[in-house]
């Protein structure tokens, strides 16, 4: 038996009773609040090798399979500046990639060679026959955008936030180096469920058309059917990770201004993490609305 509790002396584990630890308090957490989220945003770098390693680290592109970074030299103004586009495969149309995207930037054209003065004469003015031009410089990213990309939707962004958040939506991101800002162009081209006729609302007269997921084909089965400048689609973010669209759709001068702001404050105040179909949403909102009651009667 001595030789026993001696060995268990030795190898046995016993766990400590007490634990010496020191809680936060919670006046950390206050301060931490009261910093605005866009000052911890973080924004673009200039340098591209900075940039194309964030957005590594931020997708795990050593993991994930259908994140592509496509790296390639870009052509501007007989110079040639590294560049990279960031999508998600299966996502977009590879054919508006290749066509309008790829081909303008990279391949050498009129376009992307021309060496000549590119600067803007904004104001002329003459004193004493000395004239006087106030010139504006030739900007990289303006001439890019304007000239170089034949898209229908070009967006210069500044935070990986904005542009994670169009990559994830179908778009693709362009980084050019020495280049602060990210370009998000639209390239959709994922399939999705066509239009059909509605299942839990038969109508013998009248439209066969229904909703389906795509928020934007929602939208624009509205806005055939709405032919007015008036109406607004506002478009909110819920969820905290999912961080679904969803679209607040009233008609200018007609809708109630008070109804339409109490939705928004309910829907912007919703805590939660996940939002997977409309019919959680009609509950999360009218229990929104049952704790602002009884809030108010006990104040």
């Known amino acids: 038996m001595n030789i026993k509790n001696t060995l268990k002396s030795i190898f046995y584990y016993i766990p400590e009773k007490e634990y010496e630890f020191d809680m936060p308090e919670n006046t950390n957490n ?31 592109t050593l993991i994930n399979s259908d994140i592509i970074i496509r790296e390639f030299t870009l052509n501007s103004r007989n110079k040639q500046y590294n560049a990279f586009l960031l999508y998600i495969d ?21 376009s992307n060679l021309y060496n000549g003065d590119h600067s803007k004469v904004i104001s002329e003015s ?14 990289i990213s303006d001439f890019i955008s304007n000239c170089l990309i034949p898209q229908n939707s070009v967006k210069q962004l500044e935070e990986f936030d904005k542009v994670f958040s169009g990559v994830n939506s179908g778009n693709c991101a362009l980084f050019v180096d020495t280049l602060n800002i990210a370009f998000d162009i639209e390239v959709k081209g994922f399939k999705q469920r066509s239009i059909d006729a509605p299942n ?16 934007r084909t929602n939208t624009s ?12 689609i506002e478009n909110i973010d819920v969820g905290k990770i999912t961080k679904t669209k969803c679209g607040i759709c009233y008609i200018k001068d007609i809708t109630n201004s008070d109804l339409v702001a ?24 009218s229990q929104e609305n049952g704790f602002r009651y009884s809030r108010n009667n006990v104040n």
Not at 200 to 215: L, P, W
Not at 262 to 285: H, V
Request: glycine share 2%.
């Open 30 to 60: 206050s301060v931490n609040n009261n910093i605005s989220e866009d000052s911890q945003k973080p924004k673009i770098y200039s340098n591209l090798n900075q940039n194309l390693e964030y957005v590594k680290i931020a997708y795990n």
């Open 90 to 110: 299966g996502m977009i149309d590879s054919n508006i990639m290749n066509d309008f995207i790829l081909k303008p930037l990279m391949l050498r054209n009129q």
């Open 126 to 139: 003459t004193t004493n026959n000395v004239t006087i031009r106030k010139i504006k410089k030739f900007n």
């Open 200 to 215: 839990n609302e038969v109508v013998i007269k009248g439209s066969q058309e229904a909703f389906v997921e795509n928020i």
């Open 221 to 232: 089965i509205m806005r055939r059917i709405i032919n007015n400048e008036n109406l607004i």
């Open 262 to 285: 109490e939705t928004k404050y309910r829907i912007n105040n919703l805590a939660i993490d996940a939002l997977i179909s409309s019919g959680e949403l009609e509950q999360l909102i």
